[in-house]
């Protein structure tokens, strides 16, 4: 058999060595534009930023590393022209010699990548994209000579990573962002919590404008301010690299990636598509989507390699789980948003707590806000979000284990997650999310959301905090009536008749208040994650460009 992988990083290189274990005497041949194969490409800002100080330490493994244990003919350098699918053959180019040749094939697996999307806006050709090793040493040798002034175009997870690693070198760094929050995959009022680190941090955001020009040492913005930057890094984002998929006349999805079935095999059977320049299958509605994480493209690997040798496979669709590490804090996700949820037409119950990251009682507790989305008929989990400085880690990671294996959110109150103080709650952040989603799904409670707020004052809806005198002199809502907790039963004649939405801090209080009013008749809701989610939200914040400056 001989097998031909184009692109030989995550995905091509797992598709190369899983197969040489199933087949020993297949033919292997991988062709990879760059000169490096099998690098950790996540790892390349942490480089630019010195915290990772060997080059070395990226690289997985080289073509010499993997012909002498796999036997496989790894040729960099090396770049495929074009498919004759109806042939089976792959015309190559040696970018060292300007040699040209053709390869046959049984199979073809195409792992091209994604390419750095590039505005069309003039002097781009100073900004700096992050995505292959060559780039990274490019611009370690820029920073190395110790610009001022950077400005990151993007504030996405690379975006944001290299932004800490500039900081990281000392360099006075602003990110421009077209949106107007940070992190698209996160909704507003969690991106806020992000903004407000990365401010904390010394960099300077300018959310909602963007690039219209570059200078030779400045940045020219659509709102007409003018930025200094000796460095400009390009991290707005990918798109798929289909060109030869295109040219070969293999069918393009939906969302401009490759379309493949489930067993990754393109229009043409004979030819397999993974990584990011293939589409997915999301898992919650079977739609076509865009994902360009490793680990994504290490399991198509698996599963393209098993299908190749005959070996049973079970085709899989993705939920899209990230973490990024931003500063002090763990940034992760897994699932839908609100915004992709409500642009999709589906309605969902929102549940935000704010939890400790183990026992409160035991030194070093750290707080983090978690965010899960539910269906409201069926209960289903259909997203998380999670942002703190300790233990988002592993919520997230069991939030998505639960949305993989089908446990819905009250379920959640019902998972043995190990415990000790020094790392967790005998109710844990997890099993609290199923309690809070049990009590509204039951219609036990009822709930308000933080951009629900304004239109409930103006129907004159009662804004009862029942937080503690100190807390509500700090800060409390417009118009907010204080009777802490304790004290609701003593002063009920103090309630006006009609609607009232109570308010703690997280929440908690405010579900003990919430049930003492259900008990009187009252027409009461309880304002999901307190003042905590509130005071960070939209509704409340400063526009994060004014409080970057």
């Known amino acids: 058999m001989n097998v031909v992988i184009i692109g030989g990083v995550a995905g091509g290189m797992s598709v190369a060595t899983r197969l040489r274990r199933l087949i020993e005497d297949a033919s292997i041949v991988v062709i990879e534009r760059s000169a490096h194969v099998s690098y950790a490409n996540c790892g390349l800002p942490y480089y630019v930023g010195g915290v990772i100080e060997d080059e070395a330490a990226l690289l997985l493994q080289t073509p010499e590393s993997l012909h002498e244990r796999f036997r496989i003919d790894v040729r960099v350098h090396s770049e495929a022209l074009s498919i004759d ?214 399991r198509h690997g698996r599963l393209v390699a098993d299908h190749i040798a005959g070996v049973p496979v079970r085709p899989r669709t993705t939920i899209g789980t990230a973490i990024v590490k931003v500063f002090d804090l763990t940034v992760a996700t897994t699932g839908w948003n609100e915004k992709r949820l409500a642009t999709a037409g589906r309605s969902a119950i929102a549940i935000h707590t704010h939890p400790s990251s183990h026992a409160g009682y035991y030194p070093g507790a750290r707080p983090m806000s978690l965010k899960i989305l539910v269906d409201p008929t069926s209960g289903a989990l259909l997203g998380a979000q999670g942002v703190g400085t300790e233990g988002v880690d592993k919520r997230i990671d069991v939030l998505a284990t639960a949305i993989r294996g089908g446990i819905g959110a009250a379920e959640l109150a019902d998972l043995e997650l190990a415990y000790a103080p020094p790392f967790g709650s005998a109710k844990d952040p997890v099993n609290m999310l199923g309690y809070v989603a049990g009590n509204v799904l039951s219609g036990l409670e009822r709930t308000a959301q933080w951009h629900e707020v304004e239109e409930l004052r103006s129907r004159g809806v009662t804004i009862l905090d029942v937080r503690s005198r100190g807390e509500f002199e700090r800060g409390s809502l417009p118009d907010a009536v204080n009777i802490p907790v304790d004290e609701l039963r003593e002063r009920r004649d103090e309630i006006a008749q009609g609607p009232v939405m109570v308010f703690c801090q997280v929440g908690q209080r405010g579900h003990v208040a919430t049930q003492i009013l259900n008990q009187w008749g009252l027409d009461v809701r309880n304002l999901d994650g307190g003042y905590a989610t509130w005071s960070h939200s939209p509704a409340f914040s400063p526009t994060l460009e004014t409080l970057s400056h």
Do not use: C
């Open 85 to 298: 699918a109806k042939a089976r053959r792959v015309r190559v180019r040696n970018l060292d010699s300007d040699e040209e040749y053709e390869l046959a094939y049984d199979a073809l697996v195409l792992s091209p990548g994604a390419s750095p999307v590039v505005p069309p806006i003039p002097g781009i050709e100073r900004a700096y994209p992050l995505r292959t090793v060559e780039d990274v040493e490019r611009l370690t040798s820029v920073v190395q000579d110790a610009p001022r002034h950077a400005v990151v175009i993007g504030g996405g997870f690379i975006g944001l990573e290299i932004a800490e690693n500039l900081v990281h070198r000392g360099i006075a760094t602003r990110i421009v962002e077209a949106s107007t929050q940070l992190l698209a995959p996160l909704d507003p009022e969690m991106a806020a919590l992000v903004a407000e680190e990365v401010v904390r941090q010394g960099v300077e955001l300018h959310l909602g404008t963007s690039v219209s020009t570059i200078g030779p040492t400045s940045v020219h913005l659509s709102s007409g301010e003018v930025i200094d930057a000796d460095l400009v890094v390009l991290a707005i984002g990918v798109r798929p690299d289909t060109a030869l998929a295109r040219e070969a006349g293999l069918d393009i999805g939906s969302r401009g990636g490759i379309a493949v079935n489930g067993f990754n095999q393109t229009s043409d059977p004979t030819i397999y598509a993974l990584g990011d320049a293939a589409e997915k299958m999301d898992a919650l509605d079977g739609s076509a989507t865009l994902v360009p994480l490793a680990n994504i493209a290490n």
